[in-house]
């Protein structure tokens, strides 16, 4: 049976994350299903109980040197990490990432949270892929109640943060170059980026 939590800052939480745990936690957005990044089971546990094989979540860290550590390239960072922390999800080159987390992708999406508690949790655990607390082609769980109709027992554990709401989710861009792409408008205005 899957464990509620109250809090990330639960420091079983973060064992649990540590030690290859899947569950839903409330970001600065909405509700996620998580996974430790360093973990390949818990990743590979993530996409399946997603039934989201070939599209990759988004990696949220506590630092950008965090981040550099995984694989993601430095100077790409440098250039976005004056948006953080923030609802922003930015597509960097994945090269070096290995690919349990990144499957088919050349690229993936990652963003340093706007979320003390979060970020609290993040520096224990290290970085976590995050993809939206749902299945494919529903709605994303606004409850920890709508999150345990999409996955019950299949996750090892939840944080209820209670109703979030109409949270948007983060937006995310990438660049060409230096021509700014939008990929999703959401909690933050992409124009305000210009």
């Known amino acids: 049976m899957a464990l509620i939590f109250t809090s990330v800052t639960d420091p079983k939480l973060a064992e649990l994350l540590r030690s290859g745990a899947i569950g839903i936690i409330p970001t600065d957005t909405v509700y996620g299903l998580v996974g430790r990044a360093s973990h390949p089971e818990a990743i590979t546990r993530l996409y399946r109980v997603k039934e989201r094989e070939l599209a990759p979540g988004t990696m949220i860290a506590h630092s950008v040197a965090a981040l550099v550590e ?6 790409h960072l440098t250039r976005v990490e004056k948006y953080w922390p923030a609802p922003l999800s930015v597509v960097l080159d994945a090269t070096d990432i290995p690919d349990y987390l990144k499957q088919t992708r050349e690229s993936l999406p990652v963003r340093i949270p706007n979320h003390p508690d979060l970020l609290e949790l993040l520096a224990v655990t290290g970085p976590l892929m995050t993809t939206s607390a749902n299945t494919p082609h529903f709605p994303t769980s606004r409850t920890i109640d709508e999150a345990v109709a999409y996955f019950g027992d299949a996750v090892d554990f939840y ?3 209670g109703d979030l709401g109409e949270r948007p989710p983060s937006t995310i861009i990438g660049y060409n170059g230096d021509e700014l792409i939008v990929y999703r408008r959401g909690a933050i205005d992409p124009d305000s980026l210009l």
Not at 70 to 75: E, I, T, V, Y
């Open 159 to 161: 944080v209820d943060a």
């Open 70 to 75: 995984l694989g993601f390239p430095s100077h």
